[in-house]
């Protein structure tokens, strides 16, 4: 149990003392530092049960906790508001605790097994600004959900299935239409043959088969009997489509790799596709799927309904699944293979009907036990500053690609050549730059659409990647200078400031369980800041290394190397790198 659960814990047994019982009892953070730390406020509810004046019950409870001889600075404002400060050597205390043991400033979960889907880049397209939150926010959901307790599954979920692999693979016959693979006669091995293509070949090959396909309907046609043949696992066009696959998904690899973003699973649509006679097997015994227009759908509309539910479309006139089946088929495959008691979507928010669609669909049949929760993690998007999507400077859709390079630009003039060798100073441009991008990702509430801008979000101070990771260097610099010096016990406090610092360590553990609740990582990007900038003001005012009274010294020291540690642990949590130097 974390030390802020146990505090509460101990004034509850202070209240019963008194004669009061309280069932949940919370201490709150004053919002009047002048009259105390904290606020205990249940005289008002108490007050109504036990048919007494608050102000008499606060005085009762007063009194005990006067008695107890941890706090100090003990009132009652108001009508019955308990302030209550803790004593030097008892907040000093709770602290050497946490330098001890880490486990002591958390609060675990008990553990659910969870798949998160996050990610979902598709094949042989470029990867845009919708897939980097995906993978920001999902990456650090997952790693705040682990830190928690939880076994949490992450899986990229590649869009490697359907039309727009059809038109890919289309495009490359109509450039190359001599390559072994449409060839009837070859009896070789296709995976011996080298593809003269490479990901930027197919990055510009997408939109313009694309283009095409929509002025020319014989092309169209032809995209589709391609993409049937594909899927029906045809000789050659399989193949070709692997290849086309396994290029795209070695580009993919390297843009999650450079974010700091790991995928347990990299199953695709065209995995999911594996489970699509089990599912049709499952509907078609079911009485949900109706036709319509030469169709299957599946009508999901609710009565309680407030807003358009159109019925989900199973299976088009032409026999092909649509996207929505394609997740059904995957909520199957998951069951089967891992039987989560959660499968979470970290999707963009204007899917948020699709997904809804999708979840009344499973439970109609029970594709999953009742109890097994389905959820669409939504996000807002990413604009540029004149408040629309962020796109290129030419007016286009921004690739990923594309805003990691402006960022970097923005950020190589923010290195300090004096510390960064030369020969480094690209590498750590491109760490700070995806620090200051995922840290600005993650700081609004995610389903919130926010403002992107660059040169505010590179900025080393202020709410930025680059002011953490500037500060948290110079704690451990700090740290390794004080190599010789002694550390390991907070005994006292010289100012206000370092006592905030102590107790907004201690309010950790309610943050990552707030930002758990809330799927939001907003609470720990703002959380982090206040407490880097706290212990920047403390820095600032203090001359750690030369201060003569040595019991202070060590209390310093110990409260830095606990801010250091929190921070290391919530920029990981983010999944945002430190670099040595920069
Ligand atoms: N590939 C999709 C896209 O780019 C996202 C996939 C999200 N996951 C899912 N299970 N539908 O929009």
């Known amino acids: 149990m974390s030390i802020i659960k146990e505090l509460n814990e101990e004034i509850k047994k202070l209240v019963k003392k008194a004669g009061y019982e309280v069932e949940n009892l919370v201490l709150q953070p004053s919002g009047r530092r002048d009259l105390g730390e904290f606020q205990l406020n ?43 400060t803790l004593k030097d050597e008892y907040l000093g205390k709770l602290l050497t605790e946490i330098y001890n043991d880490k486990e002591r400033n958390i609060d675990k979960r008990e553990t659910r097994k969870v798949i998160l889907d996050y990610g979902g880049a598709n094949v042989a397209k470029a990867l845009h600004v919708g897939h980097l939150r995906s993978a920001n926010i999902g990456e650090a959901l997952k790693r705040l959900a682990t830190l928690l307790g939880y076994n949490v599954i992450g899986d990229a979920h590649l869009g490697d299935y359907g039309r727009p692999l059809g038109l890919v693979v289309l495009e490359i016959k109509k450039r190359y239409p001599n390559l072994e693979y449409f060839s009837d006669n070859y009896q070789g091995d296709f995976s011996e043959i080298e593809l003269p293509i490479t990901n930027d070949d197919l990055v510009e090959i997408y939109p313009y088969a694309s283009k095409k396909s929509k002025e020319n309907e014989e092309y169209l046609e032809e995209a589709r009997d391609i993409t049937f043949k594909i899927q029906s696992h045809e000789r050659g066009y399989y193949d070709l489509w692997k290849k086309v696959v396994e290029i795209s998904k070695k580009d993919i690899k390297k843009v999650y790799e450079d974010l700091n973003v790991n995928f347990e699973l990299w199953l695709g649509e065209s995995d999911a596709a594996e489970y699509l006679d089990e599912l049709d097997e499952i509907y078609n015994k079911s009485n949900v799927l109706t036709k319509s227009e030469g169709a299957e759908v599946i009508e999901v509309k609710e009565e309680t309904d407030t807003s358009p539910m159109p019925p989900l479309l199973y299976k088009r006139s032409n026999g092909t699944v649509s996207y929505e089946t394609t997740d059904l088929a995957t909520i199957l495959q998951r069951r089967k293979l891992f039987n989560p008691d959660e499968i979470w979507y970290c999707v963009d928010a204007r899917q948020g009907l699709h997904f809804e669609q999708v979840f009344r669909a499973a439970r109609k049949v029970k594709l999953v036990d009742d109890n097994v929760v389905l959820e669409h993690i939504g996000f807002g998007t990413m604009n540029g500053t004149d408040g629309t999507p962020f796109k290129t400077r030419e007016g286009g859709i921004m690739s990923l690609k594309g805003l990691i390079d402006l960022v970097e630009n923005a950020t190589r003039s923010r290195i300090n050549p004096d510390t960064v060798e030369e ?16 840290y600005a990702d993650l700081l609004p509430y995610r389903g919130t659409d926010y403002v992107f801008d660059p040169e505010k979000f590179t900025d080393l101070e202020g709410k930025t990647g680059p002011y953490l990771l500037y500060s948290t260097i110079r704690m451990k610099s700090l740290l390794n200078k004080a190599k010789d010096l002694t550390i390991g016990k907070i005994t006292q406090f010289k100012t206000e400031t370092e006592r905030d610092i102590g107790l907004t360590i201690l309010r950790l553990p309610i943050i990552l369980n707030k930002a758990l609740d809330s799927k939001s990582l907003n609470d720990i990007t703002e959380y982090i800041y206040k407490l880097t900038s706290l212990y920047n003001k403390f820095y600032a005012e203090n001359k750690i290394l030369t201060e003569e009274n040595k019991e202070l010294q060590t209390s310093w020291l110990t409260l830095t190397k606990i801010v250091y540690d929190i921070n290391m642990l919530l920029l990981n949590t983010l999944a945002i790198k430190v670099p040595e130097k920069m």
Do not use: C, Q, W
């Open 423 to 438: 020969d480094k100073r690209e590498e750590v441009a491109k760490e700070v730059a995806i620090a200051a991008l995922k």
């Open 42 to 84: 249940d005289a008002m509810s108490l007050a109504k049960e036990y048919h007494k004046a608050p102000r008499i019950i606060a005085e009762d409870i007063l009194k005990v906790l006067e008695d107890d001889g941890r706090f100090t600075n003990l009132n009652i404002a108001g009508p019955g508001f308990i302030n209550i």
